[in-house]
């Protein structure tokens, strides 16, 4: 963290949600580990079924859960966290209306999301990119410029189709 910082990458975390514990507990855990910085990038929450707990709270149990948890990070950092996502989570449990105000990192891999069903500001199109130098493969993820400018993406972005080359134009 501190060594990125130092050469001028900007940094940023992400918490992988966990469906067993209340969004107050993950979120005062986050604040507890992740550094204030005013220049860091914006927290991502990381929402999904695979590799999360077999239980499963209500919609609105969740729903209620997760908010506490946003607003607490929001409240501390002093910036919107984004919410990462997969269709599947997304209809079981957010939903436009609930969470509409909210940055979506969607995770498609095998259609372009539409904006009709998520108003996506990230979309995870690939996972195993490829950057020389990088021995591993890496998500490439595509940005809605509309929502984004430019000069707002950090270094890591450089691997951007733009949105109107994805048909949003």
């Given at each position: 963290w501190e060594e990125a910082r130092k050469h001028g990458i900007q940094v940023?975390?992400?918490?992988?949600?966990s469906?067993?514990?209340p969004g107050k507990m993950q979120a005062q855990n986050f604040i507890d580990t992740v550094p204030l910085a005013s220049d860091s990038l914006p927290h991502v929450v990381d929402?999904?079924?695979?590799g999360n707990s077999s239980q499963r709270p209500s919609r609105?149990?969740?729903?209620?859960?997760?908010?506490?948890y946003l607003d607490m990070i929001e409240n501390y950092y002093g910036k919107r966290p984004i919410i990462y996502t997969t269709y599947e989570f997304y209809?079981?449990?957010?939903?436009?209306?609930?969470?509409?105000?909210?940055p979506i990192w969607i995770r498609s891999l095998f259609h372009e999301p539409k904006n009709s069903i998520i108003n996506w500001t990230y979309w995870q199109y690939k996972n195993r990119g490829h950057i020389d130098g990088i021995n591993h493969g890496l998500d490439v993820v595509a940005v809605d410029l509309e929502h984004v400018p430019v000069k707002r993406l950090p270094l890591v972005a450089q691997v951007v189709e733009r949105h109107h080359h994805l048909g949003r134009a």
């Open positions: 940023g975390a992400y918490h992988f949600y469906l067993r514990y929402l999904e079924f695979v609105l149990d969740f729903q209620s859960d997760l908010l506490e209809d079981e449990y957010l939903g436009r209306l609930a969470f509409g105000n909210y």
